[in-house]
């Protein structure tokens, strides 16, 4: 009779283990299906970064891309190749992760594990620059936009017409003229006459760069709301990308490290 019960308290014993075993194997199996969603989200943001870079980089109807990739101020080429190399770099973690989660690599956990802490403090070290920046780059950004109004229909400057273009289509669409006002186009010594002003500052389809109308038929706004607001949200955007990702990222390493010393001590899956 003690055999018998020896033997139903081992086979007891056995089932518990294995409902143990069970509810690991579905914790570790939960685990993975919210990693593999996470990779998926860090895998969009990593996209997201580098379309961000390659259109600063490569739009030329982008004023803040073309007033900052030209001449001795390649702020915007500097900040492309930074979000190109982030935004490369999180697309191939997100592979590396992904790979030896659904492979069940350990080196390659391990591997993703620290490009995953590289890229974190690569971003905090980005977020804070643009925190420290965003001043600067807003007075140089209205330093340049000066320069441009001041250029502006200079015949032995005609490398830099993309520019006025660019401006003329902001006063056209957005009915407004210079950056503060109309009388700041006063300032432009390339006119034929004083009173002449750029032909987009008026509702007139001319296809010069200036035209003599009176003043009352003019846009007397001016476009700066217009052009810090732009500003603003491409700050705010830049901003909203890093902050995701740098989240997103914790969850990762997080994850990361669970459930590769889950491995290691049930040895679940195989050396």
């Known amino acids: 009779m003690k055999t018998i019960h020896k033997i139903n308290g081992l086979i007891h014993s056995s089932f518990e283990n294995s409902n143990?075993?069970?509810?690991?194997?579905?914790?570790?199996?939960?685990?993975?299906?919210?990693?593999?969603?996470?990779?998926?989200?860090y895998l969009a943001l990593g996209i997201m970064i580098l379309t961000f870079g390659l259109w600063l980089l490569f739009d030329r109807s982008n004023l803040f891309g073309v007033l900052f990739s030209s001449g001795e101020n390649q702020l915007v080429v500097?900040?492309?190749?930074?979000?190109?190399?982030?935004?490369?770099?999180?697309?191939?973690?997100?592979?590396?992760?992904?790979?030896?989660?659904?492979?069940?690599?350990?080196?390659?956990?391990?591997?993703?594990?620290?490009?995953?802490?590289?890229?974190?403090?690569?971003?905090?070290?980005?977020?804070?620059?643009?925190?420290?920046?965003?001043?600067v780059v807003y007075h140089q950004w209205n330093n340049r936009i000066d320069e441009v109004i001041s250029d502006y229909g200079n015949k032995s400057l005609a490398e830099k017409e993309p520019v006025w273009n660019i401006l003329n289509a902001v006063q056209q669409n957005m009915e407004c003229c210079g950056r503060y006002n109309v009388t700041q186009w006063e300032k432009n010594k390339n006119k034929e006459?004083?009173?002449?002003?750029?032909?987009?500052?008026?509702?007139?389809?001319?296809?010069?760069?200036?035209?003599?109308?009176?003043?009352?038929?003019?846009?007397?706004?001016?476009?700066?709301?217009?052009?810090?607001?732009?500003?603003?949200?491409?700050?705010?955007?830049?901003?909203?990308?890093?902050?995701?990702?740098?989240?997103?990222?914790?969850?990762?390493?997080?994850?990361?490290?669970?459930?590769?010393?889950?491995i290691r001590r049930n040895s679940i899956w195989p050396n």
């Open 78 to 135: 500097r900040v492309s190749f930074m979000l190109l190399g982030v935004g490369s770099l999180i697309i191939f973690t997100s592979v590396v992760g992904f790979l030896g989660n659904v492979k069940k690599i350990r080196c390659l956990l391990v591997t993703y594990v620290c490009f995953q802490v590289l890229v974190f403090f690569t971003q905090i070290a980005i977020s804070a620059l643009i925190f420290l920046k965003k001043e």
């Open 20 to 41: 143990e075993i069970q509810l690991l194997l579905k914790a570790v199996d939960l685990l993975l299906g919210k990693r593999k969603s996470i990779y998926l989200i």
């Open 193 to 262: 006459n004083h009173a002449q002003i750029p032909c987009s500052c008026t509702k007139s389809n001319l296809k010069k760069w200036f035209c003599d109308i009176p003043r009352n038929s003019t846009y007397t706004m001016g476009c700066e709301e217009y052009l810090d607001t732009w500003f603003e949200n491409n700050v705010l955007i830049l901003n909203g990308i890093s902050i995701s990702l740098l989240i997103t990222q914790v969850f990762v390493i997080t994850l990361s490290m669970k459930l590769f010393m889950n």
